[in-house]
């Protein structure tokens, strides 16, 4: 089922959260590993809890909002966004066929 | 004797009340007001076919529409007192002294400045926006809550007069003059100067009720769009203003419930003897957390729907969809939730322990690739793009350009080296505005601009819409570059005089504050006389958007307006047939 969810495309997506991420992650082991200040229960608990706390909601919110995003692709046609309600208007992948927007380097498709 | 007057008064106050209430009921029928639930098959949006007419529409509206514009008006007379709050600031730092004002109403204007475009322009004129277009976007009858909507509303007047009150001819109460950060213990009323006064609690008071009222708008806004959204609306298929604004509205939930905690706390402080803020008490860094806890959220509450207005816009007039839609929509979440990590990255200079400095620095640096992945989306949006200049695009290219110069400036603040020399400084103010001013407001431009046919039926004149956008990117260039470099040769902020050597940086800025202040008089001008006799739009789809296929739900709902409308027969002397046919000359 996961590896349903995601799928490459949708890896792809969410890739652009993965850079914060380790971001973060790089700092973490920097701080592990460089650490002129001296060590501390309690100043260096909170300094490395200030970045494994956003770390993991980042990753949550992440994981929560792909899944959420890419069930609703295979469940209901996709539209362009903010067409979905206009008559007439066609799911993306039947307008991508007949070629109908062009120049379309990215996107979602 | 005393007594029997007094009682009589309450007794007349009472009678007063009852009568009102009793002329309210009868004026209204308040269960017409209650929206369509579902049966409405069809009738996108239009549950409130029976509305009073007059004052008492606007004052007993719950429905979407009316309180939109309800926030735009309110947002928009903020805007112009925040604006002449400021323009008083800038004519006083023509010269070097405190020539025109005194320091300390130089002071009371800095502080109700920043408090004024914050609390009363930036975050109700954003719910101008969400109100109007999102249960629209979405196809909802209308929000979740509507009379919740009407109340969180209803707060804000208050809320600005309570602001407003040190200017208000009210005895002895002073402006505030503790900057919009409301330090301790200056804000504490400590000390020998006069913040121990009323109209720092009254300002207090004023900020607290804004707040409530943000947090009611975002409830209404979560539950909206989680629940109402038509079967076809799914995150799939969810407009990106829609999104910014359900992640801006939980950013909301999160950040000013804890202003309000904090607020009461500083009023207890205050008023009641208790010392949560004071040096023996919890101490005056406890305020500075809490506030910048709120504080850094509260930025990006600011900037993520105008965000959501351009890569919704954008597109529109560079003849594609936007690039790399769902980088915007993940990006836009991530920045949700790490803007509630680098709150300290305010108080580098504070002298907390230097290993929970370097850890705000980390998700600093962190937040600002989001930021920048929306950067070249836009950009990458426009590449070999057909692009039409119309004004509203105008302020969206103008809101990327000002929007990196805003971001790499906030990215060498976040390093703690730079900002140990730039704090404080006007680095620091030119930074901000650069956002705020530079990219928020032009965003918002923007949107006002591309919907003004849907909220006022009419065309705005496209020539005078682009002196506005010119003057204004001029302007904003002007005063926010010279403020960076002011900041780099050691001007501090927050001052009145300032030593000779930085004249003529100082009247640069000046400068470019009256060209914001022409800019902004001939915006006032264009829309007030374009609402009022601007030629008719004819229908549903001015900018042509159909023709790219980008036609969206907000317009086909304004088509099928139109055409109810002109079945009733309202006509005037209708001149255009080519809509808006700014697109034609651009
Ligand atoms: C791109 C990511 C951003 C970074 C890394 C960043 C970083 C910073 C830093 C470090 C400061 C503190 C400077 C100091 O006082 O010494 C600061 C101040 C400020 N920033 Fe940003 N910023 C960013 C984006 C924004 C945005 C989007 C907004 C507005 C919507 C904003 C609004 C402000 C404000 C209002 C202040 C000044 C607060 C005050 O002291 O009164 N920043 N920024
Ligand atoms: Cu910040």
């Not at chain 1, 300094?47 to 469940?75: C, H, N, R, W």
């Not at chain 2, 606007?58 to 735009?72: A, F, Q, R």
């Not at chain 2, 009379?147 to 707060?155: G, T, Y």
């Not at chain 2, 023709?547 to 209708?574: L, P, Q, Y």
Request: net charge negative; aromatic share 14%; proline share 5%.
């Amino acid at each position: 089922m996961t590896t349903r969810i995601f799928d490459r495309e949708t890896i792809l997506d969410l890739t652009v959260n993965f850079i914060p991420l380790a971001i973060i992650l790089f700092f973490v082991v920097g701080y592990a590993v460089v650490n002129p200040f001296g060590w501390d229960p309690l100043a260096s608990g909170l300094q490395f809890a200030l970045l494994v706390v956003p770390f993991a909601l980042l990753a949550v919110l992440t994981y929560l909002s792909g899944k959420a995003i890419s069930q609703a692709e295979d469940e209901r046609p996709v539209y362009l966004p903010g067409q979905a309600t206009v008559s007439g208007a066609e799911p993306i992948e039947e307008r991508e066929s007949e070629g109908a927007i062009e120049g379309d380097a990215g996107g979602e498709s | 004797m005393q007594i029997t007057g007094q009682l009589a008064l309450t007794v007349l106050m009472g009678i007063f009340l009852v009568g009102v209430a009793a002329w309210l009921a009868r004026v209204e029928n308040w269960r017409s007001y209650t929206p369509l639930a579902s049966g409405g098959g069809g009738a996108h949006g239009t549950g409130h076919a029976e509305k009073p007419s007059g004052v008492i529409r606007w004052l007993t509206t719950v429905d979407h529409k009316d309180i939109g514009i309800l926030y735009g008006f309110f947002g928009i007379i903020s805007f112009v007192v925040g604006g002449l709050m400021v323009l008083g600031m800038r004519i006083e730092l023509f010269d070097p002294g405190a020539t025109l004002i005194s320091e300390s109403f130089y002071n009371s204007l800095l502080t109700n400045h920043g408090i004024t475009m914050l609390f009363l322009f930036g975050t109700p004129i954003i719910a101008a926006f969400s109100n109007y277009f999102v249960p629209l976007l979405i196809d909802a009858d209308d929000m979740a809550f509507p009379r919740i909507n009407a109340i969180a509303f209803w707060l804000l007047p208050p809320g600005a007069l309570l602001i407003w009150a040190g200017f208000l001819p009210l005895g002895d109460i002073v402006p505030a003059q503790t900057a919009w950060t409301l330090y301790t213990p200056l804000a504490a009323g400590v000390g020998n100067g006069n913040q121990a006064n009323a109209g720092v609690d009254l300002l207090i008071l004023g900020l607290h009720l804004t707040g409530v009222s943000a947090t009611m708008g975002a409830i209404n806004f979560i539950a909206t769009i989680i629940t109402e959204r038509a079967e076809e609306v799914t995150w799939a298929n969810l407009d990106i203003f829609s999104w910014t604004i359900l992640t801006q509205s939980g950013l909301i939930l999160f950040a000013f419930p804890l202003l309000g905690s904090a607020l009461v706390m500083l009023l207890l402080d205050r008023n009641l003897g208790t010392t949560f803020f004071a040096v023996e008490g919890g101490g005056p860094m406890l305020w500075q957390h809490l506030f910048w806890f709120f504080g850094h959220p509260e930025v990006y509450i600011l900037v993520l729907p105008p965000m959501g207005l351009v890569s919704y816009i954008l597109p529109r007039f560079s003849g594609r969809r936007l690039f790399g839609f769902k980088f915007v929509v993940y990006s836009t979440l991530a920045i949700g939730v790490l803007s509630f990590g680098v709150w300290a990255h305010h108080m580098f200079t504070t002298g907390m322990d230097p290993r929970l400095r370097a850890s705000f620095m980390a998700v600093s640096l962190a937040i600002a690739i989001p930021s920048a992945v929306k950067t070249f989306n836009w950009i990458t949006t426009m590449w070999n793009g057909k692009l039409e200049l119309t004004t509203p695009m105008l302020f969206c290219i103008g809101f990327v350009a000002n929007f990196i110069v805003g971001g790499v400036t906030g990215v060498f603040n976040a390093s703690i080296p730079v900002d140990l020399i730039l704090h404080d400084t006007y680095y620091v103010v030119g930074h901000f505005h650069y956002v705020i001013m530079g990219a928020i407001a032009f965003a918002l431009f923007a949107g006002m601009y591309y919907w003004f046919p849907i909220y006022t039926g009419r065309m705005y004149q496209r020539r005078l819409g682009k002196w506005h956008f010119w003057l204004t990117m001029i302007g904003t260039n002007l005063t926010f570059f010279s403020m960076l470099i002011l900041g780099y040769a050691g001007m501090p902020r927050r001052y009145a005089t300032y030593l000779p050597q930085f004249s003529t940086l100082h009247q640069l800025t000046s400068v470019g504050a009256l060209i914001l202040a022409a800019g902004t008089i001939i915006w006032a001008y264009n829309f007030a006389t374009s609402w009022i006799e601007g030629p008719k739009v004819q229908d549903g789809d001015p900018w042509n958007l159909e023709e790219t296929g980008m036609h969206t739900a907000e317009w086909e709902w304004f088509d099928r307006k139109i055409e109810t409308a002109v079945t009733d027969g309202g006509e005037e002397e209708s001149v255009v047939a080519d809509g808006g046919g700014e697109r034609d000359d651009a």
